[in-house]
C-alpha cells in the first residue's frame, strides 16, 4: 500500500456507533468523514421518499453507486448505512482496497440506543413490531454478512476506547499488507 492512505468502512447493524465512532475516528486519523446514507439524501432526498417513490430495489442500485464512488478514494472514514454491506457487491467493492471493520452490539445495547419501544414510531423496519425481537431477527439475518469484516464490539465502551481499538486495527492491516506482494 506505501503511501497510501486506505480508507476505514464501518459497517453493522443502527445502533452500533458507527457514526459517532466514524466521527472520532476521522479525527484521529485525520481522514475525512462521510455517512453513505447522508450523501444519499443531499443527492436524491429522504431515504424514506426514496422507498415510497421509487421502491427499495432503487435505493440499492443508489447505495451500489456510491459504494464503487467511494471505494476509489483514500483517507475516509465511510459510515455505511446498516444494509450496505451486507450486499456482497459492495462489501467487495471496498474491501479491495480499504480496511472494513463491523461495529457489533448485543439486541439490548441496540435497543436502548434506538430509543427502546418508540423506535417503532420513528424507524419504519420496526413499525408494527415488537421492536427487540426484531431486532435480534435482523441481526440474526444479517450475522453471517457482517461476519466477514473485522469485528469490534462497542457494548459499554466509549467512542474514544472503539476508536483507539480500530486505529489499532488499521496498523496492524496496513503493516501486514506492506509486506504482501502486489
Do not use: C
Request: proline share 4%; aromatic share 6%.
Amino acid at each position: 500500500m506505501g503511501d497510501r492512505r486506505p480508507s476505514v468502512v464501518l459497517t453493522g447493524f443502527m445502533g452500533t456507533g458507527k457514526t459517532t465512532v466514524g466521527r472520532v475516528l476521522a479525527e484521529r486519523l485525520g481522514y475525512e468523514f462521510v455517512d453513505t446514507d447522508a450523501i444519499i439524501v443531499d443527492r436524491h432526498g429522504p431515504i424514506t421518499e426514496i422507498f415510497a417513490d421509487h421502491g427499495e430495489d432503487h435505493f440499492r442500485a443508489l447505495e451500489r453507486e456510491l459504494a464503487a464512488e467511494l471505494a476509489e478514494r483514500d483517507g475516509l472514514v465511510v459510515s455505511t448505512g446498516g444494509r450496505m454491506l451486507v450486499d456482497p457487491l459492495n462489501a467487495d467493492v471496498f474491501e479491495r482496497r480499504h480496511v472494513v471493520v463491523a461495529l457489533t452490539a448485543t439486541p439490548d445495547t441496540i435497543f436502548l440506543r434506538v430509543g427502546g419501544d418508540r423506535a417503532a414510531e420513528s424507524r419504519p423496519m420496526f413499525a408494527g413490531t415488537d421492536v427487540r425481537s426484531r431486532i435480534a431477527e435482523l441481526l440474526a439475518e444479517r450475522a453471517t454478512a457482517y461476519a466477514r469484516f473485522h469485528q469490534v464490539a462497542t457494548d459499554d465502551r466509549w467512542p474514544n476506547q472503539i476508536a483507539d481499538e480500530i486505529v489499532a486495527l488499521v496498523d496492524h492491516v496496513t503493516a501486514d499488507d506492506t509486506h504482501r506482494p502486489s
